[in-house]
């Protein structure tokens, strides 16, 4: 009851004021969490929610709404629906969302329909082999792979179509092969991705660097590539990217979020400010590192033309894939 | 071997907070036991999305959980004794010589006795677990695509051949479950499948309601079909306390049954009900002079001990397999997929809080609950005569608190009723509601893996026979059907 009083008096403050022409600051926030508790979703909600409050700046703690369904594609379409003007409601989105957007697997809406704020890091993709596995290095992979595409399996945590098939797909491609001829087993999740290979089951394993680097240190498989532009930092420094061994294949999972299509100017100018903001303290990249994301700084309009970017390029790839018309 | 993971797990069991969810889920299960109406699986249905919704750690709510289920094969054997009625499935059995052994006076007797045995088979297989299961998962590497689906094809086999007594029905239930389950997103390909362009429906069908409706809304559909007739009116409990040339003679059955009820727990498919079957025919066989049935202690002890060590031998391939070996288990497993964990064998490096939480926890469970059942056992008494007037609001009221907690959807609610009147026609038809639940949660891990292992092997039929492990289960499976088929046809 004090809080709520507090934050009338506060709004009523700032508006009296007229503090900032173009910033309101929403009452109450509230974080759509498009999956269960546990994923990358959630990590996105808890990792806003909780700096934005140590940083002060929200005064009431930030809620977390779960509305599992299709990578998010529930909370896209309720925001899109029920509350398109709704200024405190922000969704957590990925690359992976992104995927499904251009593959129109997200219902009737395209990317257009939200607004986009921005990112708070990224993970990036990354391939494996088991430890007494002939290729050492990604070209040796690729030469293989040329040179008899049916012995290499793979294994993904994830359907035909979905990212961890892209980072392969982009492999085979590299190896001037279709994709479509792919022998690929679709998993939950990276942690049996590893298994499969531990098994001998499949010959390559595609997941994301922070799923594979424990068992790369532990000596259980063996990366042969981190899909990101430049070298990681930390733990993962001595992995050589792709590029760097001379193939154009990048692959950055992304973590951001978007607003509802009818939310005022001013109000999504303060969430942009804020995501800002507070990306560049010290505690938020703190937190960021502890749960394995790197820095991805994106925010407003670069961040949504980042999005559409994406889209575009994902529509091309699953056309070439077929999987699209 | 490294039991590393175990006392991981103890540091995590004795946080005051986790003894106290194991001794509420002890509590909770003895009374889910003891009450007829309500079993292991409706009581762990109904405890999910609570436990979620007050969002639990997951070590924590499988405690809870598990608790419940290993509780309830405690209690079951209350009413089962006293009433002739039994609490749950498992105690079906116990009621066979249980009852005649309270109508002769000695009813204290009875329920010291089994409770003795429950806790041996209750020890006994969390010992099995704790050294059994780590083992299992070193060797669950080896289980590729094509594995599963050997393991999956002699799953179903058991679930056809050893549950319920029609096994067309068992069958059609499972298929009924195997259809529930290609509801929503193609694990493959990715193709949405009957969705209706619903993004709600994106995912499938939620096992929580799915479970809930099953077990619970059609159980209270049941209940309202019979007139409600006042209390149960058990038999009084008596004084007493087992003699020792009893205790003697029960070792070597507890023993025995402890071990089979481990082993066919383990199996995926089949569960308590059929371990204690399997236990008292085994004893009967065995040690039969004419006195089991009326009232042999020997015929107490064995299924009782059964049901127990089922219970934690069902643990052992959900924990390492990520299979079920009971539609209980079932439901704990739909439980850890809903914290985003996939069991398997990294689950015990590498989530130890979670495995080795879950087992330490059913050490001081088994104790807990032998305290609640010999001394306490009279409060479980009282309770049973809670009038079905109480008892059929609060689980309505239990069941859609749950579900629209855990969903926040009146949709959820109202495809949950759907369901459970669905369950509810089933039932009144004869069937049993466990094959459905297991053939929804099998039939996604076989439907996967036999794509996957085509996938790998480019269409060729041949990769499901290529390895011994495979082999062996397809042999299993060929057995599991023909062995009772063949003894009944010599018992004729």
Redesign the interface.
Known sequence: MLGRLAGAVVAACSILLGASPTLAKPDKTECIVGA????GFDLTCRLLGGTLQAANLIDRPMSY?YM???VG??A??HIIGTRPGDPGAIVAVSTGSALLLAQK???AHDENAVRWVGALGAEFGSVIVAPDSPHKTLKDLVEGIKANP?EF?VAGG?????QDWMKAALIFRAAGQDPKKM???????G??V???I?????KIGSSDIAEFLPHHKSGKVRVLAVMSSERLTGDAKDIPTAKEQGYDILWTVWRGLYIGPKVSDADYNWWVEIVEKLSKTPEFRKEQESRGLYPFPSFGKTFADHVKADVARFKVLAQEAG?IK | MSLDYLWTGFAVALTPGNLLFALAGCFLGTLIGALPAIGPINGIALMLPIAYTM?LPPESCMILLAAIYYGAEYGGRISSILINVPGDAGAVMTAVDGYPLARQGRGAEALTMSALSSFVGGILAVIGLTFFAPLLGLF??????AEYVALMVFAFATLASMVGAEPVKTIIGCLIGLLLTTIG??????A?RFTF?Q?????GLEFIIIVIGLFSISEILLMLEHKITGTLKPIPIGKGFPSWSDIKACWWPTIRSSVSGFIIGVLPGTGASVASAVAYTTEKRLLDKGTFGKGDMRGLAAPEAANNAAAGGAFVPMLTLGVPGSGTTAVMLGALL?????P???LFT?KPEIAGGLIASMYIGNIMLLIMNIPMVRIFVKMLQVPSTWLIPTILLLSILGVYTA??SVMSVLLMIGIGVFGWALRKLGFDMAPIILGFVLGKVLE?NL??AL??S?GEISILFQSTISNMFWAMAVLIVLIPWWLSRRAK
């Open positions: 269960k508790p546990g994923g709404t599992e369904g299709g594609a529930t896209y379409n697997k997200f219902g049916s399996s994830g359907a035909v179509g979905s022998r690929y087993i679709a998993l939950e999740g942690g049996p590893v298994t499969n531990l098994g001998g089951h499949v999987l | 969002k669950a590497v080896k289980f590729g695509p997103l193609d694990p493959t390909s990715g949405y362009d993004p709600e429906m994106h995912d809903l914290y985003n964990i996939t398997g064998p990294q590498e969903y926040s996967t794509r996957n996938a790998l480019g």
